[in-house]
């Protein structure tokens, strides 16, 4: 550990970190960097971020705010956080994710280590053949009402880590930004985070 910094985060996890986010891909956030582009300077840009986490002095920027359709009508905002903070959100995934993980229930597959939405299919088949029922249930606008302080407490219950807890914090109250450059944030928190920073996949 660096004794000059207030966190000890390694930064060979800040680049094993990267290496996950460039392998899902995905859009780039406010600021308009790509994947791509970020690995043009990758020694630099990665440098900058060990440097900010681990110093405690990093600050999630606004997210991008995207709708999309749903099929029961109506439209759903995403939140496309840019590059730099993706991997910054998967470097706590890399410590958060264990630690909750064994809480889980076995037949909970979304967005899992090892499970998939094809293995849910896969044993839904095989019920089929058992039960003549199906009971589906859902939380409406569980993201966009979700109270920060429960969800903060659930957080506790499962990490002392004060560097897990301070960027889970922040991240939930970063803000959306419209298309038009708009800043909003009244509650909730986005849709497309990493996995395990959404309320949806913490056990309360």
Known sequence: MDKTKSF???????????????TNNGSAGIDGQTIEVFGEKLKDNLYKLWNRMSSGSYFPPPVKAVEIPKKSGGTRMLGIPTVTDRIAQMVVKIYFEPMVEPYFCQDSYGYRPGKSALDAIAITRQRCWKYDWVLEYDIKALFDTIDHEL???AV???????????????????PFQTADGKMERKAGTPQGRPPNLSPKFIKM
Do not use: F
């Open 8 to 22: 000890g985060i390694p930064q060979e996890v800040v680049k094993l970190a990267y290496e996950k986010v460039k």
């Open 151 to 153: 969800l903060m407490r």
């Open 156 to 174: 506790k219950q499962h990490t002392d880590c004060k560097w897990v807890i301070l960027y889970i914090k922040r991240w939930l109250t970063s």
